[in-house]
């Protein structure tokens, strides 16, 4: 097993290449989670201040 | 029953539209990528002159193709917004704009880090390279310009400019190869086929399918997100269910 990840000695160049690719790919997708969040959160905010004041924000 | 193409053209309908999509692009993307990461590490055999090195190719090309692909594709929809004025596209263009950035930065991290032992250098001031690095600019140029406007509508007209006028870069890329004597391989898949073994051919293929379906999944996404900021003041965006809970 050791010896598939060592790729005959470019194992830094060929994990380094694909683990900076994963990473990547998961930060943006938790971005794009934590966007989400942002924005419903605000909106919920946004409502909420409209009801209590009873005219749009 | 004729399909009113035009309903999904508004913001409202299209939120819910995409939300439903998502799933279908999202799960396929990581069976598929898994998939091809199997068949280019344990099916496709080691190449006779680069050994193991030679697999990072499966990222590599897949990235590099879509990080020219996503930019024509962003181009497109940013042209369809400066010309029809119509929202949505220019919400697509911006949605799109950052997972270019980011296949364009892994293109040019896996292509030094396969540079390094192959060439011996992490970075060359060759005619392939130095196009794709003017295309990850284009597009940090796109967002910064797009988010640096107030005013949506405006922002939309002016980084649409910047996308159209940069697209010309991308055959400059594709054809860099060909035009100048560079050291970056020369097309590999060509219209009259490919050279390869066809593990590694087909290693390549299903990741850069994966990578299509990821792509579209983060912009479906990232557009719901931009789609709710721009119409937060609107009715339909105030009754949502989201919203209400």
């Known amino acids: 097993m050791s010896e598939f990840f060592a790729m005959n000695g470019y194992a830094f160049y060929v994990w380094g290449s694909y683990g900076v690719a994963v990473l990547v790919f998961g930060i943006e997708v938790w971005l794009a989670r934590n966007r989400r969040k942002n924005i419903l959160r605000e909106l919920k905010l946004m409502r909420m201040d409209t009801e209590e004041n009873g005219e749009r924000a | ?245």
């Open chain 2, 1 to 245: 029953m004729a399909i009113n193409w035009f309903k999904y053209s508004a913001p409202s309908t299209f939120y819910g539209l995409a939300g439903k999509l998502i799933p279908f692009f999202a799960w396929p993307a990581a069976i598929l990528f898994a998939t091809g990461l199997y068949i280019g590490f344990f099916v496709a055999p080691t190449d006779a002159v680069q050994s193991e090195a030679y697999r990072i190719i499966f990222i590599h090309v897949p990235a590099s193709i879509l990080s020219m692909f996503i930019y024509l594709i962003m181009a497109g929809y940013a042209a369809l917004g400066l010309i029809f004025n119509t929202r949505l596209s220019s919400m697509m263009a911006q949605a799109l704009a950052p997972t270019g950035a980011l296949f364009a930065f892994i293109s040019l991290w896996t292509g030094a880090l396969w540079g390094k032992p192959m060439w011996g250098a992490w970075w060359v001031w060759d005619a392939r390279l130095t196009s794709e690095l003017i295309l990850l600019f284009l597009y940090l140029g796109f967002i910064a310009l797009q988010a640096s406007i107030e005013d949506p509508r405006r922002a939309d007209k002016a980084a649409a400019l910047l996308a159209i006028v940069g697209s010309v870069n991308v055959p400059i890329i594709y054809f860099s190869v060909k035009w100048w004597n560079t050291l970056h391989q020369g097309a590999t898949i060509k219209m009259t086929g490919t050279s390869m073994h066809v593990a590694m051919q087909q290693a390549m293929f299903i990741v850069l399918v994966a990578c299509w379906l990821y792509v579209i999944a983060v912009a479906l996404a990232r557009v719901r997100s931009i789609i709710l900021e721009r119409e937060r003041n609107t009715q339909w965006v105030n009754e949502l269910k989201e919203v209400q809970s």
